[in-house]
């Protein structure tokens, strides 16, 4: 069996992996709070333990592999954004306003990572589907002394669990002179945190021994993984932004909850990305969700492509020049390996990196290897297990060649006229145009390149000329 090696953030080696049970292969990950679209930060994690979803499946058997990612489905901006459509006149309670939001938001978010080419996990959970299980595991910390109740709140007592800090590598006394910590009367100490919190009567809530409230964000994805996974399980994941504070208490929670049990085993955190070379914001301009890619015709696995490249550990950057690069690769790829059906024929050296803390990067440079030496079958079969190459995937490739050079010509010509006359409706409507009929059209300083998206209305083009 192929030996896997993981980077575990608890121990910070590099770690052989050996599940509890091979039968039984166990991994959590942190999925989004559903209020809006995802960015394409979101989507680093989902891409990254997709792959390692895949790898485990290959190495244990599909059967054999249960891959959890929650939902987040009570919060206060989903609070938030449910009465700003209420104020704007909507009729409906506020719990219905509220479910449409997340049942919208989650439609959304699978539409956008089926676009990327990732499996769906084995469970979703909604955090409001298991109220109840959160409700006693925080009556179960308060028998054994790790929480209190105060002024409606139930906090969890920080300084009960020895082992705090353990996983960012920090002490309290240090967070505490380090950090804001929200203080409050009701807390015993700076950094105790809310396991659960009063509602009014116009916010979603449900009864508690200690009255109606909801949870804190922190004891849902303990709660969620106790239910599912069981008390000791092998993998949990997530962005390295989760490392403190919520993974920090998601252990203190399960470990007094459970103090015989292990959690997780294993801790994977996958580095934050940056839109060409800074730190994407919206402030810089640079913020996009993932469907803003996709309606610019950037294709689903083009975007994959391009997060596989950087190790998971790395910061990524997220460049047109590196989307124009890897739709050109794969392009050459979909081209070489037309026709060829392997199964499972996983090529060694591919299989080799992955099981090397998930090098995606020197898989990627095997596939190269191999579509450099017409070797077809490991290229694809290859691709197949880091999600590449697959049918689902692959509409965009199959457009029909098309010759973009005489549009952006009359695009550039259109522009040169609008600096002269500093009138820019023909330039931005035939801009306009062309974007309406699925091209992709990314204008900057040295020129205009134009690109075919998956969706390219050749009718609508024909009409421009």
């Given at each position: 069996m192929t030996e896997i090696r993981l980077t575990n953030t608890k121990t910070r080696k590099k770690e052989v992996f050996a599940p509890i049970d091979p039968e039984n292969v166990r991994m959590y990950v942190c999925g989004p709070t559903v209020y809006d679209r995802a960015h394409i930060g979101n989507a680093r994690p989902v891409i990254v333990f997709d792959v390692l979803f895949r790898l485990l499946r290959h190495v244990y058997g599909e059967e054999y592999v249960t891959y959890v990612r929650n939902f987040t489905d009570v919060d206060d901006k989903i609070n938030a954004e449910a009465q700003r459509r209420k104020d704007a006149g909507d009729p409906r309670t506020l719990e219905e306003l509220i479910r449409e939001r997340t049942d919208e938001t989650i439609r959304w978010y699978h539409d956008d990572m089926n676009a990327?080419?990732?499996?769906?996990?084995?469970?979703?959970?909604?955090?409001?589907?298991?109220?109840?299980?959160?409700?006693?595991?925080?009556?179960?910390?308060?028998?054994?002394?790790?929480?209190?109740?105060?002024?409606?709140?139930?906090?969890?007592?920080?300084?009960?669990?020895?082992?705090?800090?353990?996983?960012?590598?920090?002490?309290?006394?240090?967070?505490?002179?380090?950090?804001?910590?929200?203080v409050a009367p009701f807390k015993e100490d700076p950094m105790d945190?809310?396991?659960?919190?009063?509602?009014?009567?116009?916010?979603?809530?449900?009864?508690?021994?200690?009255?109606?409230?909801?949870?804190?964000?922190?004891?849902?994805?303990?709660?969620?993984?106790?239910?599912?996974l069981g008390e000791s399980f092998d993998i949990h994941g997530g962005g390295i932004d989760l490392q403190f504070p919520h993974h920090e208490?998601?252990?203190?929670?399960?470990?007094?909850?459970?103090?015989?049990?292990?959690?997780?085993?294993?801790?994977?955190?996958?580095?934050?990305?940056?839109v060409e070379g800074?730190?994407?914001?919206?402030?810089?301009?640079?913020?996009?969700?993932?469907?803003?890619?996709?309606?610019?015709?950037?294709?689903?696995?083009?975007?994959?492509?391009?997060?596989l490249s950087t190790?998971?550990?790395?910061?990524?950057?997220?460049?047109?020049?590196?989307?124009?690069?890897?739709?050109?690769t794969l392009r050459k790829?979909?081209?070489?390996?037309?026709?060829?059906?392997?199964?499972?024929?996983?090529?060694?050296?591919?299989?080799?990196?992955l099981a090397d803390d998930l090098n995606t990067a020197g898989a990627l440079a095997e596939l190269h290897g191999f579509a450099r030496d017409g070797q077809v079958d490991e290229l694809k079969a290859g691709a197949a297990l880091l999600g590449l190459l697959g049918d689902n995937l692959g509409a965009w490739a199959k457009a029909p060649g098309i010759v973009l050079d005489a549009f952006a010509e009359r695009?550039?010509?259109?522009?040169?006229?609008?600096?002269?006359?500093?009138?820019?409706?023909?330039?931005?409507?035939?801009?306009?145009?062309?974007?309406?009929?699925?091209?992709?059209?990314?204008?900057?300083?040295?020129g205009i390149v134009l690109a075919a998206g998956p969706d390219i209305d050749l009718a609508k083009l024909k009409a421009l000329k």
């Open positions: 990327l080419g990732n499996l769906a996990p084995t469970q979703e959970p909604r955090a409001t589907e298991y109220v109840g299980q959160m409700i006693a595991m925080i009556a179960d910390l308060i028998r054994r002394g790790h929480a209190y109740e105060k002024a409606g709140h139930v906090l969890f007592r920080v300084r009960s669990y020895e082992a705090y800090g353990k996983l960012s590598g920090r002490s309290v006394d240090d967070m505490i002179a380090g950090a804001r910590v929200e945190f809310v396991l659960w919190k009063p509602s009014t009567d116009d916010l979603p809530g449900w009864e508690s021994p200690w009255g109606r409230g909801r949870p804190g964000w922190h004891i849902e994805c303990s709660a969620m993984s106790r239910e599912l208490n998601e252990i203190a929670q399960s470990m007094c909850a459970h103090p015989d049990a292990d959690f997780a085993r294993f801790w994977l955190h996958n580095e934050m990305l940056q800074k730190k994407m914001s919206k402030s810089l301009g640079n913020f996009f969700t993932v469907r803003d890619l996709l309606d610019k015709g950037v294709p689903g696995e083009v975007i994959r492509f391009v997060f190790h998971y550990s790395k910061p990524m950057d997220w460049t047109e020049e590196k989307a124009k690069q890897a739709a050109r790829w979909r081209e070489m390996t037309e026709g060829v059906n392997v199964a499972g024929n996983v090529p060694l050296p591919v299989l080799q990196a695009l550039g010509a259109l522009r040169e006229t609008a600096r002269e006359t500093k009138d820019y409706v023909a330039a931005d409507s035939y801009r306009d145009a062309l974007i309406a009929a699925g091209v992709s059209v990314s204008i900057a300083k040295d």
